[in-house]
């Protein structure tokens, strides 16, 4: 079984640039997360997705962060502009339903605003 | 005070001793909680999750949970130097499906 997909894996641009990630999670998967995590601390959840419908966005700020998941699959998170705050690991994670116990994490994409 | 509070290290402890980690967290209502180790570089992967008070245990590793103390601990019983790596506790709440993570605690173990 495969699991979650991720790209890019870096990703290094500049600041007031636009940049996406994209997530394909494990098939079946209905629940989707991407997730923010700065060196030394924990991952942060910015936005879930059950099916393509956004559940839970309060942590993502929405003046520069948006998210997609057409037809309930793949995701693409998306920083517009981009600022030098913004470089940390970008993790996307799937499980099988909401609340089920285990989120299974795809490799992350690192980001670096100059 | 953080939702979910860890120590970050790093926990130096020898080849084949118990490294044991701590965690404690602030919400009462919470009724999910879970472990994962993630090397440097990767992606944290789920080691044990356990839902009631008292122990679990599956194979090295024993999670301990006290829901009136608020803290969750993880055993790991004959460390192995591939053990090291960072531990994250998280914290899910009752009425939601987010998961709350700490900041992590190094462990190194050294032969």
């Known amino acids: 079984e495969a699991g979650v997909v991720q790209s890019p894996r870096y990703k290094i641009i500049e600041k007031k640039q636009p940049v996406a990630f994209w997530c394909n999670p494990i098939s079946g998967h209905n629940t989707l997360y991407w997730y923010l995590q700065n060196l030394g601390q924990g991952p942060e959840l910015l936005i879930r997705?059950?099916?393509?419908?956004?559940?839970?966005d309060s942590q993502l700020p929405k003046d520069r962060f948006s998210a997609e998941r057409l037809k309930g699959v793949d995701s693409t998170l998306k920083i517009q502009p981009a600022e030098l705050g913004d470089s940390a690991v970008y993790l996307c994670?799937?499980?099988?339903?909401?609340?089920?116990?285990?989120?299974?994490f795809g490799p992350g994409t690192r980001l670096t605003v100059l | 005070q953080k939702e979910v509070e860890q120590n970050s290290g790093p926990l130096s402890v020898p080849e084949g001793a118990i490294a044991s980690l701590n965690c404690t967290y602030s919400?009462?209502?919470?009724?999910?909680f879970f472990w994962y180790r993630q090397y440097s570089g990767k992606s944290p992967e789920l080691i044990m999750f356990i839902y009631s008070n008292g122990d679990k245990e599956d194979g090295r590793f024993t999670a301990q949970l006290n829901k009136a103390s608020q803290y969750v601990s993880l055993l790991i019983r004959d460390s192995q130097p591939s053990d090291s790596a960072t531990y994250l506790c998280?914290?899910?709440?009752?009425?939601?499906?987010?998961?709350?993570f700490g900041t992590g605690t190094r462990l190194q173990v050294f032969p």
């Open positions: 994670a799937s499980s099988l339903e909401a609340g089920g116990p285990e989120q299974f």
């Open positions: 998280a914290v899910k709440s009752y009425n939601t499906d987010k998961l709350i």
């Open positions: 919400d009462r209502g919470s009724q999910s």
């Open positions: 997705y059950e099916n393509e419908e956004a559940v839970d």
